[in-house]
């Protein structure tokens, strides 16, 4: 072999380009994959996450189903079913559908005392007592809704779980137990959300666990009723959760672990929890498969640029500076690539050719570029939220689920400003301005807006965002987005429920007292309050009399329409109240006496006309209304000024009811 061969520019050049294009297409290659692939791992641990929240969402909402279900059914159950086996087993035949969800349904007397069962063909009436169970007591003692721990049946001899429902008495008190069993080794309420893949398609599991990591729910049924601690691969995410004190919360945990990404949340209504385990592989595995095809294909191009760039050497010779002409315009787009070369021999031609091959590689380069992206935007349409990201507050990527939620064709938000899904231009203003503090301090964005759909219609959605690189903002950012319209609407019915009576829809008398405390602070100045205002104390007259001979029914019925009063009488930014039983409370601000005397006498009138009929004849209720100024002692507390109020309204009472007394004419508590 000639040796000489090696040391000629041609082979320099050769060795030279093969190593240039090959560990620049290779580098380039493996830092886009491996950024792709740390960016995916996060976003796919915040989805598998969600995932688990979905799910235990979706088992909570399940439990409160059937809880709803035995409340309707212990609201109707007649009394004798209580007193009775034979009405007992007659209630459960006559309503076979009770049984739909559950192994069996049964009805306990207040004494523990199983009346009948009912297994889903028939009733019967065993000997069985549950006055042993912690449930049961609990259920009593309670007089709420109760899920037991799992546990073994006396009847089945197999694990399950107990579901029981208070059924009311008189007084209030609890008569009984409506209660249903939950076998947990055959058909029931998890059996589509607890699997196990045995395809390689499908290889997720998951488990249902108890506040003590009791397994109530596995794909394999005779793991039932043992420690999630003794489950292969996951001692060192059970072992964290142990350590924490097993906390069961709604907001889900996640982890990677042997080979699988495993995610957990708390199950709202129950005291259980939700663990999803998904193989790594499954999620990251198209991106290892793009990983070894792309050195490969790096590989081949450098393999057949230096062997391209052999052949062409040889007829490179030719005129220099025409050579050095056409060097000098490489960077100009608008001159094709093989246009403006001399056509010599040697390696000056050959030379001009190679450059023209890089300029094609170059090319070749951007395409390869181009199929990743592709291979990003077919992860984004495969995941099941919404995902983008953005860069110069531009889309430039989108997952098919995230132009489904805004009603965009897949694909067309690409290259359209991201401020168009904001239903307003303020909050996207004030989206950056959280954006950039958040990123600042180097945690990832969370947050909740209202967006507008390609056809105007807006929904709640939470937003998740991360800079696709900490240190280089033009790099873009990878946005989550989710719907969460039901969840909101479902926080503010809570929200309202816990400040206002649900049989008048007024305020209750806390959140009454909270905010006469708070109209008491913010109401002074210099010590003093800046304008008066008036409370009003009501309490019913007769009210007693219509429960005792209409029934309570009745009674409720005179409540609502009094609260309809109340509303109807004050303005918007008055406070109306139930303080509790059947009296009233008002507080007026800026509202003088002279203003409210007459509307006390008004008030009272149209309660007078308040009632209902009874066996012929209507039953009425008058009003005795206490008043007071609360004026210029501006530290007194709110419960002072109420007892001022009670007072003159007990006052009122006594001068013979259907009366209206002021405070200052009564002999009243001292303020404190």
């Known amino acids: 072999m000639n040796t000489r061969w090696f040391h000629t520019v041609k082979a320099r050049l050769m060795l030279a380009s093969t190593l240039i294009i090959g560990a620049s297409v290779a580098t380039s290659t493996w830092m886009v994959l491996e ?380 290259g359209r400003p991201a401020g168009e899904i904001f239903a307003a231009q303020l909050d996207y203003d004030r989206l950056g301005t959280e954006v950039g503090l958040a990123f600042a301090a180097g945690r990832p964005y969370f947050g909740e807006w209202t967006f507008q759909r390609r056809d105007g219609s807006t929904f709640w959605g939470r937003l998740q965002g991360r800079p696709v690189e900490a240190a280089n903002p033009d790099a873009g950012t990878i946005w989550l987005l989710e719907d969460v319209t039901e969840r909101r609407e479902a926080r503010e019915r809570l929200s309202w429920s816990a400040s206002h009576d649900a049989l008048t829809r007024l305020l209750n008398r806390s959140a009454f007292e909270e905010r006469f405390t708070r109209w008491l602070r913010e109401a002074r100045e210099d010590g003093a309050l800046r304008a008066p205002a008036t409370l009003m104390v009501l309490d019913l007259d007769g009210f007693k009399q219509v429960n005792d001979s209409a029934g309570h029914a009745a009674g409720d019925s005179v409540l609502r329409e009094v609260g309809m009063v109340l509303q109807k009488l004050v303005r918007s930014g008055d406070l109306a109240a139930r303080l509790g039983g059947d009296e009233f409370a008002l507080l007026l601000p800026g509202c003088e006496l002279a203003v409210a005397a007459p509307l006390a006498d008004r008030l009272r009138l149209a309660v007078s006309e308040v009632g209902v009929l009874h066996e012929g004849r209507p039953l009425r209720v008058d009003a005795s209304i206490g008043l007071v100024v609360v004026d210029g002692a501006a530290a007194v507390a709110h419960a002072a000024w109420l007892a001022r109020a009670d007072a003159a309204c007990y006052e009122a009472k006594r001068a013979g009811r259907g009366c209206v007394r002021l405070a200052s004419d009564v002999a009243e508590p001292a303020l404190a």
């Open 35 to 414: 950024r792709v692939e740390q960016r995916s791992a996060q976003a796919l641990l915040e989805l598998e996450r969600d995932n688990a929240e979905r799910v235990a969402a979706l088992l909570g909402q399940r439990v409160i189903g059937l809880q709803r279900m035995l409340r309707a059914a212990a609201g109707v159950l007649p009394p004798a079913a209580l007193a009775s086996g034979s009405a007992a087993a007659a209630f459960l035949d006559a309503n076979p559908a009770l049984g739909v969800n559950f192994a069996n349904i049964y009805i306990a007397d207040a004494q523990g005392q199983v009346l009948a069962v009912h297994d889903g063909s028939r009733a019967t009436r065993p000997d069985l007592n549950l006055a042993g169970r912690d449930w049961f007591r609990r259920t009593m003692a309670e007089g709420a809704p109760v899920v037991s721990a799992p546990l073994v049946g006396r009847i089945s001899r197999e694990p399950i779980i107990q579901f029981t429902m208070p059924v009311p008495g008189k007084g209030g008190r609890t008569a009984g137990v409506l209660g249903g069993s939950l076998r947990l080794a055959s058909r029931n309420l998890f059996d589509d959300l607890t699997y196990a893949g045995h395809s390689d398609v499908d290889r997720v599991i998951t488990l249902v666990t108890d506040a003590m990591g009791t397994l109530i729910a596995h794909p394999q049924r005779e793991r039932v009723m043992r420690s999630i601690e003794a489950e292969p691969g996951l001692s060192a995410t059970v072992a964290g959760w142990v350590a924490q004190g097993r906390p069961v919360e709604p907001s889900g945990f996640v982890a990677r672990e042997d080979g699988r990404f495993i995610a957990f949340a708390g199950v709202p209504g129950a005291d259980w929890l939700v663990f999803r385990l998904t193989p790594d592989a499954e999620l990251l595995g198209g991106l290892a498969q793009a990983r070894r095809e792309a050195l490969l294909w790096a590989t081949g191009v450098a393999l057949a640029g230096g062997l391209l760039v052999l052949g062409l050497l040889a007829a490179l010779l030719g005129p220099l500076s025409r050579l050095r002409e056409r060097a000098l315009q490489l960077q100009d787009a608008s001159i094709p690539s093989d246009a403006g070369w001399p056509q010599a021999a040697g390696e000056i031609g050959e030379l001009g050719l190679a450059l023209q091959q890089v300029l094609q590689e170059r090319s070749a380069g951007e395409q390869q570029r181009q199929l990743l992206l592709q291979r990003m935007g077919s992860v984004l349409a495969a995941a099941p939220v919404g995902i983008a990201i953005t860069s110069q507050r531009c889309f430039v990527l989108t997952g098919t689920e995230f132009d489904s939620l805004l009603g965009w064709p897949a694909g067309t938000l690409v």
